[in-house]
């Protein structure tokens, strides 16, 4: 680089960016607008999670719901009562304001307002219930609210709400469809309401008392929350900071050149995400802060080689020689930073990938920034050294160090009294390493959507409200699916072997109904509480007649619920996939949102009682056909068969978790024994221990076991009994392993090949979160490994020593253990917000480890003497690594202050680790390298004249500090 680039070209370079600013901060303006959050889409599409939910979304509409409530929403008396209390009259206005006719054909569609493109379908409660209430279902009126209580109707019976499935066209935007306007929000006047929101106006529904619910309006409240955020702390942050940098380098020029540089750089990488066709999401809304910092420290840095450069040899040309001396250091620790967020494009979770991806390519473009608009800047408005600076500056000589004024300076006292205690120094920062690091232990990660807000916010006020006036919110759904070859039809005449593997209308029906009633009972309000009461065709089919074994009778009944098919396939919760004539039975879930769910548990839980279930069903085919073939094909009705369980029948009490093995077999044995008895079966049980009874006792329970077309055996029973049996003739179902752990295949009694079985999809909102939440933690752990895995090379090529690298990165593993271990510690679990903290918190420790060892080593070279050197660079980088911190972690501290969870974390996070940052550079770094570990570097050979000034020699020789390697 030619001596007088800068001189020549400064104004041209200057104006290119003055030009260029325009164009930055629309795309960085339109890029904040993008804002999208969708958790569904969050992991890669294809994890096993993501593709079973885009196969629930295919065959079923009720995936993305609005619930819609108000004071006043509420629900009238039976219509068969003349005079009883009508409904509110909104509620109907609404549904057919939104959808005008509920079967309409598109050719109708399309001459409709063209506000309802947004909307699929709308269920009311009056609706739901005139269908079940009438042909072909016909529920009692009472029995009908009551299935609907904690769903469509309140605990009270009375308060109601309106649910609208939203269209694709509305999934492409949610925020067009529920947004809201956000005063406080950038250019809040091109934030048009949702249409949804205009409806209700429309509908003369006050807006302001509606209360909103479903996983559209969680992802809408994370875009308006981000733009409060911005709006409102982003000016005061920026200005806290250009107060705090005037304070830091006295100068209202350096001060503006400073923050310009960086504000320039936070939006260059905003508007990047806009050039490349991307949107930004609530993780890369923390870009921008961590941009404006990392440019803080860089131009600080860069400021401090032009003030050396000015007291070498004057302001003429300084910006240059800093430059010069100082590029060398800031691309490394441009590099360092990019890789520690590279790193990130590991991770599995779409919006860390994107947040690692343009982080790094950010970081890359700052660079810009700091190589030609700051030297620029610093060359048509050069800034002299103030008063106290010229007069601090004979301090600046080494040999000063010894005697005189500069022993009294400030940085000169903390390093020598560093050096001169630097093994308790060492000692205590290793101690506090191992102390903090065990917390990593407790660390835990948590995506709670609703955590993300803080309790002020419209969003958690609405679910309080509608979780206590109609029902809880958080969705999950289970699919039960009924292959081809799984099922027969009413007039269809088949085999006894073949009905035994062939359910009917009637028993697919019994089979989810008993589903949904083990987890109404084992997991709803009557047992631990975890959900609400669960929707599925049975809620909106008719009644079964109950303990009716007669054949006739329920030949009538599965007529009947034939021809109510239709019927409950309207209802949105039964259908049959066109490609593989899959019957599909959908079972939706509710679970609270503000109960510290932990959805991994959850999820387990809801497979607990669900398998079970399924692997009875199981166990009642392979019964059934041993029945069918001991009784030469008649009918499978009357057969004798014993179910075979020993020991204590009792249920375990409530406090024992589902998911244990012993709660799953007492779930498997009573589903069993109602699936058995259901098949219309002469069923007995035996509950005898055989290895307490006598040989006569056996002999009788082998003759009593013969006389059965079927054993089937269950429980905990030795396998010599089993084998005993098998050898005295008796026809057997062993049944005992059926209960596999799942995604274990289950294993075939008797050798028969059976058809496809029955099986569950779990999907929904809740397993996907689930995913990313253990998605989360590994990779946390797999980054933060890439990350030291790319830099530690790094800083050995640097050193040119890979025990001296080695040593350097030690004081750099305390900004990550105190942040992660600290958190474990307090137990504050790590959530999407400050998964990218690891990267920022090396990126930072990293950075300012290679200014101090550019300093170092240079005064190393020069005068070969350890402690002179580490003195030397520790007044050359204190000042500006104190000054960075500063004004960059108190100027986003304001943001602790946001009501946006993420961005207070990002707050806290960041002052943590800018101050952590600060402890490792200023006492850990010194002490090690003034202990036996800094014997891994050496004075280099002397190539070039000396950098470091010629020493004043003092008069006295009273020596301060040991000049000893």
């Not at 450069?309 to 001396?325: D, K, M, S, V």
């Not at 049959?576 to 079972?587: A, Q, S, Y």
């Not at 001991?630 to 204590?648: F, I, K, M, Q, T």
Request: glycine share 6%; with cysteine; aromatic share 8%.
């Amino acid at each position: 680089m030619r001596k007088d680039f800068f001189a020549r070209y400064s104004l041209l370079i200057l104006m290119a960016f003055f030009f260029a600013v325009p164009l930055l901060m629309q795309g960085a303006h339109r890029a904040v607008r993008s804002n999208t959050n969708k958790v569904v889409d969050w992991l890669p599409k294809t994890f096993k999670e993501t593709q079973e939910l885009r196969w629930f979304r295919k065959h079923f509409t009720a995936d993305q719901f609005v619930i819609v409530t108000w004071p006043g929403c509420e629900l009238g008396d039976d219509p068969a009562l003349t005079d009883g209390k009508k409904d509110d009259p909104r509620i109907e206005q609404l549904a057919k304001y939104l959808v005008p006719k509920e079967k309409a054909s598109s050719a109708e569609r399309s001459r409709w307002p063209e506000h309802t493109k947004y909307f699929q379908a709308v269920t009311t409660a009056r609706r739901t219930l005139d269908d079940i209430t009438s042909k072909p279902s016909e529920v009692p009126y009472d029995e009908a609210v009551k299935r609907l209580q904690g769903t469509l109707i309140g605990p009270d019976a009375r308060q109601t709400c309106v649910v609208v499935m939203l269209s694709d066209e509305a999934i492409k935007n949610f925020r067009s469809v529920v947004g809201r306007r956000v005063p406080d929000g950038p250019l809040p006047w091109q934030r048009k309401l949702g249409v949804l929101i205009e409806s209700l106006e429309a509908c003369g529904i006050d807006p302001e008392t509606a209360r909103l619910g479903g996983p559209p309006i969680e992802n809408v409240a994370i875009d308006e929350e981000g733009d409060k955020t911005l709006s409102r702390l982003a000016l005061l942050s920026g200005g806290l900071g250009v107060a705090l940098a005037w304070w830091s380098l006295r100068s209202v020029k350096l001060t503006l050149m400073v923050f310009t540089c960086a504000v320039l750089s936070a939006a260059t990488g905003l508007a990047f995400v806009f050039w490349t066709g991307q949107t930004t999401d609530a993780v890369m809304m923390s870009m921008p802060s961590m941009l404006y910092v990392l440019a803080i420290s860089g131009a600080v840095h860069l400021v401090n080689y032009y003030h050396d450069a000015i007291r070498e040899h004057g302001i003429e040309g300084a910006a240059e020689r800093a430059l010069a001396h100082g590029w060398k250091p800031a691309l490394l620790c441009n590099v360092t930073t990019g890789i520690g967020l590279a790193s990130l494009a590991t991770a599995d979770l779409e919006p860390i990938r994107k947040f690692g991806l343009y982080s790094a390519a950010g970081v890359a473009l700052m660079l810009i920034f700091l190589f030609f608009f700051l030297p620029s800047a610093l060359t048509m408005w050069p800034v002299p050294l103030t008063r106290k600076q010229r007069r601090d500056e004979h301090e600046m000589q080494i040999a000063g160090l010894s005697d005189g004024r500069a022993s009294r300076d400030l940085w000169t006292r903390l390093s020598t009294g560093i050096i001169r205690h630097h093994t308790a120094v060492s000692l205590a920062c290793f101690a506090f390493i191992i102390a903090i690091g065990c917390g990593l232990m407790r660390v835990h990660t948590n995506i709670d959507l609703l955590k993300l807000f803080d309790e002020s916010v419209r969003v958690r006020r609405d679910y309080a409200y509608l979780e206590e006036h109609i029902g809880r919110l958080v969705p999950m759904e289970v699919v039960v699916e009924f292959p081809a070859e799984k099922r027969r039809a009413a007039d269809e005449k088949v085999a006894a072997a073949e009905a035994a593997t062939r359910s009917s209308f009637l028993e697919r029906y019994e089979l989810v109904d008993l589903i949904q009633q083990t987890i109404d009972k084992e997991l709803g309000p009557a047992g631990r509480n975890l959900v609400g009461p669960s929707l599925s065709p049975i809620t909106f089919g008719p009644l079964i007649p109950a303990g009716s074994k007669d054949v006739a009778r329920r030949n009538v009944t599965n007529v009947k619920l034939e021809e109510s098919e239709t019927a409950l396939k309207r209802s949105g919760y039964l259908e049959t996939d066109p490609e593989t004539n899959t019957e599909l039975w959908r079972v939706s879930l509710r679970a609270a949102a503000f109960a510290n769910l932990d959805y991994g548990s959850f999820v387990n839980s809801v497979r607990a009682v669900i398998e079970p279930v399924l692997a009875a069903q199981r166990v009642r085919e392979k019964a059934l056909q041993q029945v069918a073939a001991n009784r030469e094909d008649e009918s499978l009705a009357g057969g004798a068969v014993c179910l075979w369980n020993p020991g204590d029948s009792n249920a375990p009490p409530m406090t024992v978790s589902v998911e244990t093995p012993a709660y799953r077999k007492h779930v498997f044995a009573n589903a069993t024994q109602e699936l058995l008895d259901r098949a219309r079966l002469k069923l007995q049980r035996f509950n005898g221990d055989l290895s307490k009874f006598t040989n006569e006792q056996r002999e009788a329970v082998v003759k009593k076991f013969k006389s059965f077309d079927c054993v089937v055996a269950i429980g905990n029973i030795p396998d010599a009994d089993i084998q005993a049996m098998n050898t005295a003739g008796v026809r057997l179902v062993d049944a005992r392993r059926e209960l596999v752990p799942s995604g274990e295949a289950s294993p075939v009694a008797m050798g028969v090949a059976m058809p496809a079985p029955i099986k569950a999809v779990y999907t929904g909102v809740v397993p996907i979160v689930y995913k990313a939440q253990r998605a989360l933690l590994d990779n946390l752990i797999q980054s933060s490994f890439w990350s030291f895995v790319t830099i530690t090379p790094l800083i050995m090529i640097v050193c040119r020593s890979v025990r001296g690298g080695a040593v350097v990165m030690l004081p750099n593993v305390l900004p990550v253990l105190v942040i992660f271990g600290g958190m474990g510690w307090l137990g504050i679990s790590v959530d999407i917000g400050s998964m990218m903290a690891a990267s920022i918190a090396l990126g930072v420790a990293v950075d300012d480890t290679i200014h101090y060892l550019t300093w170092y080593r240079e005064a190393l070279d020069q005068l070969g003497d350890r402690h002179k050197a580490i003195i030397h660079a520790y007044r050359r980088c204190a000042a500006p690594t104190l000054q960075a911190a500063l004004i960059s972690g108190l100027g986003l501290s304001v943001f602790a202050f946001s009501t946006f969870t993420p961005t207070q974390k990002m707050g806290w996070l960041m002052m943590t680790i800018l101050i952590a940052g600060v402890i490792a550079e200023l006492v850990m770094m010194p002490a090690i390298l003034a202990g036996p570990l800094g014997t891994v570097f050496k004075p280099r050979p002397k190539t070039a004249p000396a950098s470091v000034p010629t020493p004043h020699v003092p008069k006295r020789k009273t020596q301060l500090v040991s000049s000893r390697s």
